[in-house]
């Protein structure tokens, strides 16, 4: 029972990176970008949060390198997609690519270390401790003591994306601007503007989860951290249609399946097998959405 | 006033390079001292040329493999789990069958393509009978793939001998000899490249697999079978990566066995190289030259200069970026300063 | 400059890269309170002049005035500050909306923050009793007619109170009794106080409509008359400048044996479950006939060639030469029937490519001449074989490796109609064959089709325009809600009674 709880409230932060990145996603795939750029914005954050944080030895500071390190990306991915017109898909890969070789080589040069940072320091995010909730047997062991974002992620970042897709008139156009974009321009609103916006706020959310990557779950810097995490977001944002609460509950699932796939370990399934289990729950999920019918067609050309 | 596509091609590495150099100098190194221990290194010894010649196939196929999916409009983004089925399957086959060299090679080759197609031929089926995205089914699969090697690498097939997750090695008859400092599964590569390229340009489905990669909808209205063309374009794209897999395994300078993170960046690299030549397999060539240089002059730069190699990593991102932006934007400039010039020729009229 | 001048458009030049010249100083006064009417070909320009003077596309040179002031319109946004506000010819419409969300779309009512539709529900009210509008403003715009949408985007130009509506070709996708029902509309609005400049090339409309009539040709302004004592001639002449003939010259048809039979053709349509595509749709066509098919646009007439290519499934047969093809590929039928689809760009062609790859579609695994038994393609013929469609269909262009994306829309068409006719068919499926084509293309092509049909082919013609169905037809159909409705010889009846049928007000098929 104590090892369910403890996997449980593992699972919990680790599906906060591809949350943040999957919400972020959502407005660049509402505004018919093919983005797959949130590697490398939860990449770079979680190697600048921890630069910010190591020099500085304070957390916020951390988190504002982390943000402003992705957003630099979301400013590159943009600059190349919208004003040199490059392909979404190339863009992505090229970026990705360099910001594979960028972090390992500052790495290398600002800390002389290869693999792995890890320094007294490096602030981590603070953890909070939420009053009754924590005195809840079972729940509140699993909800308790995690780091802030978390919180702020599942209590306030996932409604509020959803009010700004559905509710508000930035989401009406966004949302416009995706289905046609010439419509957009015929009614006197910059299709260009819209997508361009869509791009930073997937840039600032990706950032905040890059920074959880490092400073939340861990305190430390490991090369190709992010670990294919943007591309699941994405698989996930095209699993759910755009919409923000089946975003949230897939991204639950997935974190989930992780903590099953540890449970597993326990009764000697090697950890290499569980660890598939998310990807197949993703593959499962793409099934059973495939029956319904899908908005749009993902065609990878340059 | 029509510039050739070389020209921007060019001018477009030369912009990379330029801004390479102001990052190394940005960095305090010596630039020029820093490309030309990338040339020494990669082109001007014997050894450092068969380095080169031997990465430079492996991207060849590896881009080839991309661009036959992707040119069909297929969009297999699986090339990393394609390569490393193939790769296990040859393995298992070169450590468990024992064989003589001509029958084991041809069957490890066997072995490994069939694994590879195999593994595409999933998602091709997920698309075709559930309707499932092929991009997702691929890059989900990559993961499993992952996962299900380093799980044979580490438990059931691990090499006792060996202190990290490593396949035991294959049988001396699954080995390639190597001719002079060559290794000979370059001329086998450099075959099946030219074969695919043939394929593409000459035959009937290497032409609807064009006009596919172009018009998917066109090439349906004018009768051809979309359906199965892209399955077979999985297919042979998964093929093409099972057979880069095997090849890492019974190539001369290979190692002979499956280590983690085998082939991890050729499947990458495949991909940028198959878009940056406009998914045209022809066109792959010239790039895979460039990158081949850039990644086999690296670990001599960092011994001369002391400049990390991930730079070239760096340096290669940089050039496709700067490929495609030059190839767009020129377009869009060219057309600017033709209208530019018509309006002002209007004027002269009156 | 006149006293009531309005909008004047000065010495406007337009150059489309690389080097189109769209319009070649172009200069227009528009009145206040007129109905301006802007005529002309298509690709003579009037839809670009439009596109600037809205701030669509950006002028290359040249002035715009309002009341004699230079303003300067760079943006949509711009446009509709000046109250200019323009409906396009292909809806700028989200189909996934709501009619009220796609009218407040740009301009939307906010309360903290949040949408609020209900804001704007008083004002439209009062619009829709106004010009007496009857459009539900909840209903997604996909599943209200073509005619609604039409009256959407007007509501949409009264919400934001423009003065001065631009209309692009607002009738072509309308049955004759609906442009009626638009032109009052457009009386009412102009009662109003409002300006309206109307784009067209239909004669008769122009002269019905307008106060005042521009003409324009390849890119220039020809003249700008008050609407008294003009006849269409007059307009024509100056439009193609020559005399133009409107028919086709075609000698009677001598229908031969049944070569296409549809038999009870039913399409279910795949969003809402008891609608019907296609509804029991049968006929025949013989050779050496061309038979059309009418129908206001989503009504069956494109699922009907869709069915009758395999490229949609439908129940019922069909039959060629009495044998039954229901049950063949798409590959298959392709090598009985030469198809020209109505959408050039997008299945017609593939436009980033070269003419030779386009030219060859089809006929790469259809015509022996050009590939091997192994499959592997001729070079040297398969460049024959697009110099033949080339050369054989006029199509002027820099030789067979030109990108048939930088061709102009005529002779794309040129193109694609040579390769399908070069198939060695008996039955010619065509569909919008000469959709915003020049005079001359059209003419061209309309021929040519007329020709197949001298040389014993079954023809069928889908198209929206009714003047291409009574030029061409030897017999027609009129689709409605996915049934026949009408089936006449083309000499027993009338643009009107085809157009009452267009709308389904002619009541069911008659006996049988």
Not at chain 2, 296 to 309: F, I, R
Not at chain 3, 333 to 354: F, H, M, N, T
Request: contains cysteine.
């Amino acid at each position: 029972m104590n090892l369910i709880i403890e996997i449980l409230k593992s699972a919990l932060p680790a599906s906060i990176p591809i949350l943040l990145a999957a919400l972020g996603g959502l407005f660049t795939w509402h505004a018919n970008i093919f983005n797959i750029s949130m590697e490398g914005m939860l990449l770079t954050s979680a190697f600048t949060s921890v630069v910010g944080s190591y020099l500085f030895e304070s957390w916020w500071i951390g988190l504002l390198f982390g943000v402003a390190g992705s957003l630099a990306v979301s400013l590159l991915f943009a600059f190349f997609v919208l004003k040199m017109k490059t392909g979404e898909f190339i863009t992505g890969i090229a970026i990705n690519t360099f910001v594979a070789g960028a972090t390992t080589y500052y790495l290398r040069q600002l800390f002389d270390v290869k693999g792995s940072l890890m320094d007294p320091r490096i602030v981590a995010l603070p953890k909070w401790n939420i009053p009754i909730v924590k005195d809840i047997p079972v729940i509140g062991s699993i909800i308790n003591g995690h780091a802030f974002p978390l919180y702020l992620t599942f209590f306030i970042i996932v409604p509020l994306v959803y009010v700004i897709i559905y509710k508000t008139p930035f989401g009406l156009r966004l949302r416009a601007c995706g289905y046609d974009a010439k419509v957009i321009d015929s009614v006197g609103i910059k299709a260009e503007r819209l997508k361009f916006i869509s791009i930073m706020i997937c840039g600032a959310l990706c950032g905040v989860g890059g920074t959880f990557l490092s400073l939340g779950i861990m305190r430390m810097f490991t090369e190709n951290m992010s670990n294919g995490r943007g591309w699941i977001s994405l698989a996930i944002i095209i699993l759910s249609l755009g919409n923000p609460v089946k975003v949230f509950a897939i991204c639950i699932i997935f974190g989930i399946t992780e903590g099953l796939g540890l449970t597993l370990q326990q009764v000697n399934i090697p950890n290499q097998i569980t660890d598939m289990l998310p990807y197949l729950a993703v593959l499962a999920a793409l099934y059973i959405n495939s029956r319904q019918s899908k908005k749009k067609e993902l065609k990878v050309k340059n | 006033m029509k510039i050739r596509k070389e020209v921007t091609v060019a001018l477009a590495i030369v912009t990379a390079i330029v801004i390479g150099m102001i990052m190394l100098f940005s960095q305090g190194y010596s630039s020029m001292e820093s490309y030309a221990s990338i040339l020494k290194y990669s082109l001007s010894t014997a050894i450092g040329r068969a380095n080169t010649i031997n990465r430079f196939v492996f991207l060849l196929i590896a881009g080839s493999s991309a661009a036959m999916a992707l040119g069909a409009g297929a969009s297999n983004l699986g090339q990393f789990g394609q390569l490393l089925m193939g790769a296990m399957t040859s393995t298992l086959i070169g450590i468990y069958v024992n064989l003589p060299s001509v029958v084991l090679i041809p069957l490890m080759i066997i072995g490994g393509v069939a694994a590879g197609a195999l593994w595409a031929a999933i998602a091709a089926a997920g698309r075709k009978l559930f309707g499932m995205n092929e991009f997702i089914i691929t890059l989900m699969l990559n993961f499993i793939a992952d996962y299900f090697v380093r799980y044979l690498i580490s438990t059931p097939l691990k090499d006792p001998g060996s202190q990290w997750p490593a396949s035991r090695v294959v049988s001396e008859n699954g080995i390639l000899p190597a001719i002079g400092l060559i290794d000979s599964v370059v001329f086998l590569m450099i075959a099946v490249y030219i074969a695919a390229v043939y394929f593409v340009r000459k035959s009937r489905m290497g032409y609807e697999f064009r006009v596919m990669g172009y018009n998917s909808l066109f090439a349906r209205v004018g009768g051809c079978d979309t359906n199965k063309n892209f399955f077979r374009a999985m297919l042979l794209s998964g093929a093409l990566a099972g057979l880069l897999g095997t090849m890492m395994i019974v190539g001369a300078t290979q190692q002979h066995r499956v280590i983690s993170g085998l082939g991890e960046n050729f499947a990458n690299d495949g991909l940028m190289l198959s878009i940056v030549a406009g998914n045209n397999i022809g066109g792959v060539f010239v790039y895979a030259i460039l990158f081949a240089i850039l990644q086999s002059g690296a670990t001599g730069m960092q011994l001369d200069t002391g400049v990390p190699s991930e730079f070239t990593t760096m340096l290669i991102a940089i050039t496709v970026l700067s490929v495609v932006a030059f190839r767009s934007y020129s377009g869009i400039f060219i057309d600017k300063v033709i209208a530019w010039k018509k309006t002002k020729s209007l004027e002269v009229e009156k | 400059m006149d006293q009531k001048t309005y909008i004047q458009m000065k010495d406007i030049v337009k150059v489309y890269p690389p080097d189109k010249i769209a319009l070649n100083k172009v200069s227009v006064e528009i009145d206040a309170g007129e109905i301006h009417s802007i005529i002309g070909e298509n690709g003579a320009g009037k839809s670009t002049l439009m596109k600037v003077l809205f701030g669509l596309e950006k002028a290359n040179e040249g002035g715009i005035f309002m009341e004699g002031d230079k303003v300067n319109i760079s943006t949509p946004q711009e446009a509709v500050k000046m109250g200019i506000g323009m409906v396009h010819q292909e809806f700028m419409l989200i189909s996934e909306y709501t009619v009220i969300e796609n009218i407040v779309l740009g301009d939307e009512p906010v309360r903290k923050g949040l949408l609020n539709l209900n804001a704007s529900r008083v004002k439209l009210e009062k619009i829709m009793q106004d010009f007496k509008f009857d459009i539900p403003l909840d209903a997604k715009i996909k599943d209200i007619s073509i005619a609604a949408q039409q009256k959407v985007e007007i509501v949409k130009l009264l919400f934001r109170d423009v003065n001065t509506l631009i209309l692009d070709e607002p009738t072509a996708v309308l049955a004759p009794q609906e442009t009626d029902e638009l032109f009052v509309l457009l009386r009412r609005i102009k009662s109003q106080g409002k300006t309206i400049i109307f784009i067209s090339h239909k004669l008769n409309e122009v002269l019905e409509i307008s106060d005042r009539i521009t003409v324009m040709r390849q890119g220039q302004h020809i003249w700008t008359k008050d609407n008294e004592n003009l006849t269409k001639a007059d307009l024509a002449n100056a439009m193609v400048g020559r005399s133009v003939m409107m028919t086709v010259d075609k000698k009677p048809a001598v229908p031969g044996e049944v070569i296409l039979k549809a038999d009870n053709l039913t399409m279910q349509n795949v969003n809402v479950s008891h609608k019907k595509d296609l509804d029991q749709v049968s006929f025949e066509i013989h050779s050496g006939e061309i038979l059309g098919v009418a129908g206001v646009e989503g009504n069956g007439q494109y699922e009907l060639v869709q069915a009758i290519m395999g490229l949609a499934g439908a129940e019922g047969s069909i039959y060629i030469d009495s044998q039954d093809i229901s049950g063949l590929s798409v590959k298959e039928r392709r090598k009985l029937i030469a198809y020209v689809p109505q959408d050039r760009k997008r299945s017609g062609s593939s436009q980033e490519e070269s003419i030779l790859m386009n030219a060859i579609m089809t006929h790469h695994y259809v015509n022996d001449a050009i590939s091997n038994k192994w499959g592997i393609l001729k070079g040297r013929q398969c460049r024959e074989m697009a110099n033949r469609v080339i050369e054989g269909y006029q199509v002027s262009c820099q030789g067979a490796d030109m990108n048939i994306g930088s061709l102009s829309g005529g002779n794309q068409q040129k193109v694609i109609v040579g390769r399908e006719f070069e198939l060695d068919s008996r039955i010619l499926v065509v569909d919008q064959p000469v959709r915003g084509l020049d005079v001359g293309s059209i003419e061209y092509i309309h021929r040519r089709i007329v020709e197949k049909r001298d040389n014993g082919e079954a023809v069928l013609l889908a198209s929206a325009d009714l003047d291409e169905l009574f030029n061409l037809s030897d017999r027609i159909i009129v689709m409605y809600n996915g049934k026949i409705v009408m089936e006449k010889n083309i000499e027993d009846t009338t643009k009107e009674e085809v157009g009452a049928y267009m709308l389904g007000a002619g009541g069911e098929k008659g006996e049988d």
